[in-house]
């Protein structure tokens, strides 16, 4: 695989990461504020599987450790967790169906921000689990239902894979396998 296809998906990562720290942390809505890092791994998951979903959770969480007042490592767990149960779940759901990219987002945004809550009071931040919980996790998970549609495309073409590089297989009937 060449280069240029192997800086794709970090490069995806890196302005995604700039677009939350310029615009997405300023927009507040009951003091929650959008989380377009989760997203990545969701849609990876929705289109690549568990394992691809994973990888990708791990690396873009620890992208977002960089930049968070939590314990490093604790967005890099709880996005492979995502990003594995998502993937786990896409063969019970019709991918090519419209709603099943926004709701899935929805949903793993939402228990994703539950389950990092819940883990930082397990290690020490019980300033996590707070009163506007609720909101945070609906304000995260309305907001990444929104953008997986759109980021679909954007992350269909900075994971493609070649046939020959042994991820034909797994990508059949998903986004990827349909830019073949």
């Known amino acids: 695989m060449s280069t240029l296809l192997r800086l794709r998906l970090p490069v995806v990562i890196v302005v995604t990461l700039v677009l939350q720290r310029t615009v997405l942390d300023g927009i507040r809505i009951d003091g929650s504020h959008?989380?377009?890092?989760?997203v990545i791994p969701i849609v990876v998951a929705l289109m690549g599987g568990a394992e691809r979903g994973a990888v990708v959770g791990f690396f873009t969480g620890l992208v977002a450790d960089a930049f968070l007042p939590t314990p490093f490592g604790m967005s890099a767990m709880i996005f492979t967790l995502t990003g594995y149960s998502v993937g786990a779940i896409r063969e019970s759901i019709e991918p090519a169906m419209w709603w099943a990219a926004p709701v899935a987002a929805a949903a793993a945004s939402a228990l994703a921000v539950i389950a990092m809550a819940v883990l930082g009071t397990l290690l020490g931040?019980?300033?996590?689990?707070?009163?506007?919980?609720?909101?945070t996790a609906v304000v995260v998970a309305a907001f990444n239902g929104l953008f997986a549609p759109l980021a679909r495309p954007v992350l269909a073409w900075a994971s493609v894979r070649r046939e020959r590089e042994g991820w034909a297989s797994s990508t059949q009937g998903t986004a990827i396998g349909a830019l073949r």
């Open 34 to 38: 959008p989380d377009a890092l989760l």
């Open 125 to 135: 931040q019980p300033e996590m689990l707070h009163e506007s919980l609720a909101a």
